[in-house]
């Protein structure tokens, strides 16, 4: 069965305490809202002044690259052979862009002459040796020297594996534009970036790189960073930063200049959910059915749990779910399998009254969980259903 197929026969409800009370799921279960993945790419395809590309690995999956594409969605910020052929397997009129600085040998050839790829990334001359010699064909590639810009603002840096300062760069545009390929720049502020002002600080940077190289670009990607909205970490509105990025656009004094974005996270974050299970209270320790290395992952190096305030469900004798009383407390939380780094960074807030077999709710759950997610020990979370 397709995918589109599939989807369309997963479970629906009304809401999650609707799909506790039917399925009593024993697994961990992600839920879709496919109305947040709607609202979540109108704001970017209405408020950023350019092609909005979405960050495939924030989350992969074809339930939620189904969602965008119905969502108007039509350009992807890919990064590796793997993601463009996923997504040209479900959408061959996608756009991909290749925005990976560094690429395994071969798989820039690939995607330039079996998916029509034209868009790539450098930060070192050996990488666009490369890339030129595996393309053959120069004529047709943007190439996008990526920028270094550690700016602070945001939860996980992502300067200091790519990106080169504005003197490598403009000697590397001039290699671009010396090869007959069109010069084009990118950078990306930081994962989670809470401050607008970071990318107007970054169009600065490109600034002065263009003026360093002499040579005028053809598009600017100001990457990604955009951040989500978890509760209880509410980041700026995001007109703040498009009115911010429009601001430092009008100051580049290049109106026709194609400028581009890629959300991963704003775009897959709101709109999966996840529901899991308490196998085990032990004292102030619960035991649930998913963790670490399951759809928890990424709280290794971001710790959001304080910042989800997560509902905690029962089922009563009747079958119906409810909260569960009591006053909230720290527990540590744990996850299925043997391994004890298999706990979340820091105690997440819960009714004292929890027990075992309730059930707690994780809301804005769509990004970096999907994708980050290993068999590990036997344990992979893969149920779905939709809510609408």
């Given at each position: ?228 909205a978890y509760s209880g970490q509410e980041p700026p509105p995001y007109h703040w930063y498009f009115d911010m990025i429009k601001e430092a656009l009008n100051s580049l004094g290049r109106p026709n200049l194609n400028v581009m974005c890629e959300p991963g996270r704003a775009l897959s974050a709101p709109g999966i959910s996840l529901v899991a299970q308490v196998v085990m209270r ?37 079958g119906k779910a409810k909260a569960v009383s009591g006053e909230k407390r720290p527990f540590s939380v744990y996850g299925p399998t043997c391994d004890s780094a298999d706990v979340l960074p820091r105690p997440v807030p819960l009714p004292d009254g929890i027990a075992n077999g309730d059930y707690i709710l994780f809301d804005a759950m769509g990004a970096y969980t999907v994708s ?17």
């Open positions: 069965m397709n995918a589109p197929a599939a989807f369309e026969t997963l479970p629906r409800f009304a809401s999650a305490l609707k799909a506790i009370e039917s399925l009593k799921p024993s697994e961990p279960l992600y839920l879709v809202h496919p109305e947040k993945f709607a609202a979540a790419a109108k704001q970017f395809l209405d408020g950023f002044p350019g092609d909005v590309l979405y960050a495939v690995k924030a989350n992969p999956h074809p339930i939620a690259l189904i969602q965008l594409w119905n969502a108007g969605i039509r350009h992807f910020d890919t990064a590796s052979l793997g993601e463009i052929e996923v997504v040209k397997g479900l959408f061959p009129d996608a756009v991909c862009h290749f925005m990976a600085p560094v690429r395994l040998p071969g798989q820039a050839k690939a995607a330039f002459e079996k998916h029509s790829v034209n868009d790539f990334v450098v930060d070192s001359d050996s990488e666009l040796d490369k890339l030129l010699a595996e393309t053959g064909n120069p004529k047709r590639l943007r190439v996008f020297v990526r920028l270094v810009a550690q700016l602070g603002g945001a939860l996980l840096e992502m300067s200091s594996k790519y990106g080169c300062r504005p003197e490598e760069a403009a000697k590397l545009l001039k290699r671009v534009r010396a090869a007959g390929a069109q010069p084009c720049l990118t950078f990306h502020v930081g994962s989670q970036c809470l401050s607008p002002f970071s990318y107007a600080q970054a169009i600065e940077i490109a600034q002065r790189t263009i003026a360093l190289a002499g040579v005028e670009i053809t598009a600017l990607d100001v990457g990604g960073g955009f951040p989500a032990r004292g102030d320790r619960l035991y649930l059915n998913d963790g670490i290395y399951g759809s928890f992952d990424e709280q290794r190096f971001t710790s959001f749990d304080e910042d989800y305030p997560p509902s905690a469900l029962t089922l009563d004798a009747k980050s997610r290993s068999p590990f020990n036997g344990y992979y979370p893969d149920s779905w259903a939709v809510i609408a």
